[in-house]
């Protein structure tokens, strides 16, 4: 089945680490994305992940991959105010053009 | 290199009539994906168009309806508009070549549709 799974709320301190998890059902998925989402707009994709890596890094941002667990998870580094948004961690296939999106995660960043 | 261009981004029409929306994707990019975003259900998935032929279907019904064009600029249709068809309407592109791999995503701004 198709499922992608992530809390929906997450707040950290100005300056600290923010960690955003996910999980996802189908081991055949071949990307892992992760997208930003700011109110009034469409999706930015962050950054993504193919399933037979385990770590990427760009900048501030961390993605982990564990498939065994079919655990994904989003490190931004340095948390900003900017960065308040609504993450979704989201999962496509090789076979299928489609991108299976988890409810989207609020992050709130507290002075 | 521009991005994925939505227009209209706001619109307001009444249950019972139709609309289109329309996609430009980015230069290059053949696959245009429509979803629609609601709070209740979240991102779901319309449908996919590569070369002008709908490759993939989400579960939506057959009011919803696209097309691509072989300069790869996509529409979509709703008929017989209904309230719960208030949305965000998002469209995506993506550089495929046809082998079936598929590649990273790139959203517009999105049309929002208010039905009253």
């Known amino acids: 089945g198709e499922d992608v799974e992530q809390s929906l709320f997450l707040s950290v301190r100005e300056g600290d680490s923010s960690v955003i998890n996910c999980t996802y059902t189908d081991s055949s998925s071949t990307y892992l994305y992760w997208y930003k989402q700011e109110p009034g707009a469409g999706l930015q994709l962050l950054t993504y992940i193919f399933s037979n890596m385990d770590m990427k890094q760009d900048q501030r941002l961390t993605v982990l991959l564990n498939k065994k667990d079919k655990h994904l998870s989003l490190r931004i580094a340095d948390t900003q105010t900017g960065d308040s948004a609504i993450y979704f961690c989201a999962e496509a296939y090789s076979s299928a053009s489609k991108i299976i999106f988890g409810s989207g995660t609020r992050l709130s960043i507290r002075p | 290199k521009a991005g994925v261009t939505q227009t209209p981004r706001y619109l ?18 053949r696959s245009v994906s429509w979803y629609q975003q609601t709070p209740g259900q979240g991102l779901q998935f319309l449908f996919e168009y590569f070369s002008e032929t709908q490759r993939n279907k989400g579960n939506f019904p057959g009011r919803f309806s696209g ?25 995506a592109s993506s550089l495929d070549w046809g082998t079936g791999v598929s590649q990273p995503q790139h959203f517009g701004d999105g049309t929002r549709l208010s039905i009253l």
């Open chain 2, 12 to 29: 307001i029409k009444t249950r019972g009539q139709q609309v289109t929306l329309s996609c430009s994707p980015i230069s290059g990019h």
């Open chain 2, 67 to 91: 097309r691509q064009f072989s300069n790869s600029r996509s529409e979509m249709n709703v008929s017989t508009l209904e309230l719960g068809d208030s949305a965000l309407y998002l469209c």
